[in-house]
């Protein structure tokens, strides 16, 4: 199975503020500057303080054409300026309707600390080493519904294999460092492994 990941051509785009090349390399692809049609997966980093610049805009649109399977990853999590959900907001805008699988929980710090499923509403804590996994709390579970809602609305609508046939774009919050997204990202990579 690693190797048939292996043999996807995975590219990532994004501007150099979202650090694409650091999650190139974490991820066994390549960072390019422009289209790549022949692309198995498109990977566009985005850091939510410096917004989405137009040359990624281009490439974005540019692979429409060919339904390269899409994901938006927001990097820069720790930098409280801007956050997950203002990321998915300007994507939403600029690039398609964005689907957020999770959500981003923060600790006491304020810093990004654990995902809640919205199709489960499981957390999972990546503060713990390693990470754990627990139900989450009627308080949670309140915060999210309505978001929850919109998500299996859009997912229902758009079909099972959706993903992979380049119609639904999932938004993950990514924190190299902590962990934190890296795992749901190599979930939907798995699921282009056929």
Known sequence: MQSQINDLRIHVYGHSSADPGHVAALFNARFSEIAEPESDLAIFAIDPSAGIDQATIDVWQSLDEYQVPRLVVVTHLENLEADFDDAVMI??????????????LHDEAGLPAALISLSDLQIIDYSTNPKTFKNSDEEHQT????????????????????????LLFPAIPLWIERGIGVDIVEEFIQQLVI
Do not use: C, H, K, W
């Open 143 to 166: 915060l999210v519904q309505e978001f929850r809602t919109e998500y299996l609305e859009l997912l229902a609508a758009a079909g099972e294999d959706a993903f992979s046939a380049g």
């Open 91 to 104: 994507a939403n805008r600029v690039f398609d309707q964005m689907i957020t699988p999770y959500l981003v």
